[in-house]
């Protein structure tokens, strides 16, 4: 760690999209396209099940997830133009399962993949963020995919990072994080400067 001073049918998936609609549609009022709901559910490891079994064709759910939206109350559709319905989200849809690491210092980037192949560089409009587990007090790591879509950073990646973690100091406290694009990302809460000496 590094120190700085200061800086509907069962068991078979519903038929695939066709292309995808823009979210602003999902909102308008006079959308009138019927409200489906798919039995379809993603698990905390980024699985896709229909009808409780998995989708086993890695094709069809990448996909499925070119027309996956979240609403501004948190739930989860798939949009098309002539349909939509909302899908089972247990956490969040995508898992961030490989990185690479290109640079160093301040301007290093953090490339992230995710279990369906996206890469997402960490940054400014995919930032990285750490919530605490209710009661554990562990990290749940996430970052912004696309469109309010975010990936959970799994356990072996968020190690990579904090390994190459650095602090930065603000005062009486002491901030432990990862540089990604000019962007510092906070990997926990702030320390007071009396506790890290």
Known sequence: MHKEESKSMPNSPP???TSPATPAGLFRADDRRPDEGYQIRI???????YHGSPI???????LFST?????EAGDYWLVTPAERGRIQVDEVPFTAVGLTIRG???????????????????????PIRVEESDGTGEP???ILVRDNLEARI?????YELVERAETLEDGEEVQVGIWSTRTFFPLGRPMSRATVS
Do not use: C, M
Request: hydrophobic share 30%; no cysteine.
């Open 140 to 142: 749940r790591p996430y």
């Open 43 to 49: 698990d905390r490891d980024g699985t896709w099940y």
């Open 15 to 17: 038929p695939p999209p």
């Open 104 to 126: 160093e210092g301040d301007a290093q980037e953090l490339i992230f993949r995710t279990n369906l192949d996206v890469e997402v560089t960490a940054g400014p409009d995919h």
């Open 154 to 158: 799994t356990r072996s990646v968020f």
């Open 56 to 62: 086993r064709r890695p094709e069809l759910v990448k």
């Open 67 to 71: 027309v996956l939206r979240r609403d």
